[in-house]
Structures are given as structure tokens and as C-alpha cells.
């Protein structure tokens, strides 16, 4: 057998070195917190102090995991700590990994949402905390008084990790056309309109094409694989849109048409909570911008979680009221 046959050097791994295997058996779970507070905090003394560590004990446990990851993992440039670039993937990793440990060890052997103190979290837009919160809340307050939901501002990057994500958080609000192979319930569907200023003499009852393509747009989530299904839907039919402004939150959008001469897309659901004087009028286009169905995700591992089946039911009564109310 030649050195490049043996298993170590196939896996790249060093031959003295024990296999990755026997070093994880041997490891000891609570570098993972250190490890999290070393990477958020970029500091060991800011680090200790969150922790209630002294700091060479947290000198200790970055030794550690040094040498557990054959990488320094804070580098000192000047008089400040930064990130290898494996850190940096580490970040977002290990406050996930952590994230899940945690609600691992938080499950109780029978759920009662009444003296439940768990904290669900729910990654979801904008608009879906607009359109769905107050509601949900509302049922979570009644049933569940002591425990608390967190929403998560969605981004393109959970999107394009949605399933290691979903490992540390409870729910994914987003429509359909993101998301592929996880688990899944519709909640309510929604059209587009346009949104314009009420100042803006030069749109009447409805937009034409020919506006729609010459206009200055504000859009949301623009990008190559960011953007709502109306902006891809516009694409199809060969409009591009004159992109003049780019947010990344649907409730600033009126703000930003408002005095302007600029168009934008809206949900009908959220256009009809602007308050009277937004300075902005929803109209509709001549050419057909589609609907969207608004779905909650999961993570398959919650499938039959006691206390994830709770919020999921509390999350389809929640668009169920709101459903009701049109």
C-alpha cells in the first residue's frame, strides 16, 4: 500500500493526527459555546465576560480549539482581533449548530402550552410579520401566555441555506418559488399591485406597459437569485424594469414612492394597511402580474415535535382570521 492509499492521506487528513472520528468522541461539547462567543465577540475578553470565564480560562479553550481546527482563528491585525476566512464560515455555522443543541435541550417530555416558556422563532419578512403577526400573537397570548416569539428578518442567504437554517429556528414564512424539498403548509395567497405617488398626475386608474418599462422602479430583494415572483413574472413577459432604488424591506417602500415619480410592487395584503395619508395609491397594471401563496417551512426533523405542531397550528389559525378578513 503506497502512502497516497492509506485512508488518513485519501481524506487529506494528517497521518498523525487520530481520525476526525476519535478527536470528536474526545472533544468537549462546551468548546462549542466558547467557540461561539470567541467568533461573535472577536475578542477573548469580551468573550469571557460574556460567558462568566476568567480570561485564561478562555485563552484555554481558544488554545483548543486551535488546535482541534489547525487554524488560528483570530488573527491580530494592529490592535484588534479578525477572522480567518474559516471563521468566518464558522459564525453563522455555530450559532446555528448552537441554536439547535440548545432547543434539543429544551424539549420537554409533555408540552402544555400554558406553562410552556419556550422561545419560537420565526424567520419571515416584513410584510408576513404585517399581514400574519398581530394575529398570531394574539392566539400565542391566549394559549401560550409565557411564551415568547421572535421574528427573524429574512434574508437571501437564509433562503439559499433555508434547511441548515431551519436547524436552529422553527419557521420559514415565504411564498412559494424559493424554497424546494422541505417541509411545508400554505397559509394564504395574495395578488400585486403597483404602488405610485398620489401626486403623480402622469398615472391614471392603471399602469400601461409602456409606463412600466420607462418609470424609475423601487424594488425589493433585486438580484440574481433575489427578487419577488411579480418582478420575475415582468421579466417574462419581456419588461425590464429601470431599477432606481433597491430595499430590502417592504414597509419602506411607500416611503420611497411617495413624492416621487417612482413605481414599486406591493402585496394587496399590505397595501390595504397603509394608513390614509402614506401619500401613495395602490393601481393595477395592464398586463397580468400574478398571485403568490404565502407558505410556512420547516425542517423535517420538527415533523412530530410536540410544541412545533402547536405553533404550526397556531400559525394556520393565525392566516385562517386573516384569510377571513380578506
Known amino acids: 500500500m503506497t502512502a497516497d492509499d492509506r485512508p488518513d492521506a485519501r481524506r487529506g487528513e494528517d497521518p498523525g493526527r487520530p481520525p476526525r472520528s476519535t478527536r470528536l468522541a474526545n472533544l468537549d461539547l462546551n468548546l462549542l459555546v466558547s467557540l461561539d ?5 472577536r475578542s477573548v475578553t469580551r468573550a469571557a465576560h460574556q460567558m462568566g470565564l ?7 479553550a481558544l488554545a483548543k480549539l486551535r488546535r482541534h ?8 491585525r494592529g490592535n484588534e482581533y ?3 476566512p474559516l471563521a468566518q464560515q464558522l459564525r453563522e455555522r455555530t450559532r446555528t449548530v448552537l441554536s439547535g443543541v440548545e432547543r434539543v435541550f429544551a424539549a420537554e417530555p409533555v408540552f402544555d402550552p400554558a406553562s410552556s416558556t419556550r422561545e419560537f422563532t420565526i424567520i419571515a419578512s416584513d410584510y408576513s410579520v404585517a399581514v400574519l403577526g398581530a394575529a398570531l400573537v394574539e392566539i400565542l397570548g391566549c394559549e401560550a401566555p409565557r411564551a415568547r416569539v421572535h421574528f427573524a428578518a429574512s434574508s437571501p442567504r437564509f433562503v439559499d441555506d433555508a434547511e441548515r437554517v431551519l436547524v436552529g429556528s422553527d419557521l420559514i414564512l415565504m411564498p412559494h418559488g424559493f424554497l424546494v424539498d422541505l417541509p411545508h403548509a400554505d397559509l394564504h395567497d395574495d395578488r400585486w399591485v403597483c404602488l405610485v405617488a398620489d401626486s403623480n398626475a402622469d398615472v391614471g386608474d392603471e399602469l400601461t406597459e409602456e409606463q412600466l418599462r420607462t418609470m424609475p422602479w423601487v424594488m425589493t430583494f433585486h438580484g440574481p437569485t433575489a427578487s419577488t415572483p411579480a418582478a420575475r413574472r415582468l421579466r417574462m413577459l419581456g419588461i425590464e424594469p429601470h431599477v432606481a432604488v433597491v430595499t430590502e424591506h417592504f414597509l419602506t417602500i411607500p416611503a420611497l414612492v411617495a413624492g416621487s415619480g417612482r413605481v414599486a410592487l406591493l402585496q394587496q395584503r399590505l397595501a390595504r394597511l397603509l394608513p390614509p395619508d402614506s401619500g401613495v395609491r395602490a393601481v393595477p397594471a395592464t398586463v397580468d402580474l400574478g398571485s403568490m401563496v404565502e407558505a410556512m417551512w420547516w425542517h423535517s426533523v ?25
Open 69 to 76: 481546527f489547525d487554524d488560528r482563528l483570530l488573527s491580530r
Open 54 to 60: 476568567s480570561q485564561p480560562a478562555l485563552s484555554a
Open 302 to 326: 420538527n415533523d412530530r415535535d410536540p410544541e412545533h405542531e402547536f405553533l404550526r397550528d397556531v400559525v394556520l389559525r393565525a392566516a385562517g382570521s386573516v384569510t377571513g378578513s380578506g
Open 82 to 84: 479578525v477572522l480567518t
Open 37 to 41: 462567543a470567541l467568533l461573535q465577540n
